[in-house]
């Protein structure tokens, strides 16, 4: 198991570090808006995780130093999940936008594709489009030459 995991009482491996950068994104504004944390409660479901275990990891995170995954999905899955939380209170700050390119840049996104892929990202899912929509589109774009 990587350390960066931790199971669940489920038995579910999860990332722990993604949903601590999650949790670290919906406070980079100091406050947690209410549709922020519904929408971390809602992710943390996703994973397997109790509200119980939500609420700790919430109350409890500590600055991880994030420890990108391999593949191509996997990258576009956590940066569409930080841009995913950076909308749930349809306001982006310039702190959120530092954020997501930061996240971007220790992914591993080339830096000439990282501006298209954010604009990709936050206009995408404000527009409703599908996580798999959005990746397909960022592929033609990244592999158009």
């Known amino acids: 198991m990587n350390f960066s995991d ?3 009482h489920h038995g579910k491996r999860i990332n722990k570090d993604h949903y601590i950068h999650l949790i ?3 406070k980079i504004d100091r406050v947690i808006d209410p549709t922020e944390l519904e929408m971390l409660h809602k992710k943390g479901r996703k ?3 109790t509200d119980p275990e939500i609420d700790k990891l919430i109350n409890t995170e500590i600055h991880n130093h994030y420890q990108p995954p391999y593949s191509l999905h996997e990258k576009f899955e956590h ?3 930080v841009a995913e939380m950076i909308l749930a209170d349809d306001v982006i700050t310039e702190s959120e ?3 997501i390119k ?3 840049i220790e992914t591993g996104f080339d830096d000439k594709a990282i501006d298209k892929l954010i604009e990709l990202l936050l206009e995408g899912i404000k527009n409703n489009e599908s996580e798999e929509a959005l990746l397909d589109k960022f592929k ?6």
């Open 47 to 49: 994973f397997g995780l």
């Open 97 to 99: 936008k530092r954020m």
């Open 79 to 81: 940066l569409y999940n």
């Open 140 to 145: 033609k774009h990244l592999f158009k030459d």
């Open 102 to 104: 930061k996240f971007a």
């Open 6 to 8: 931790f199971i669940t």
């Open 24 to 26: 670290q994104v919906s």
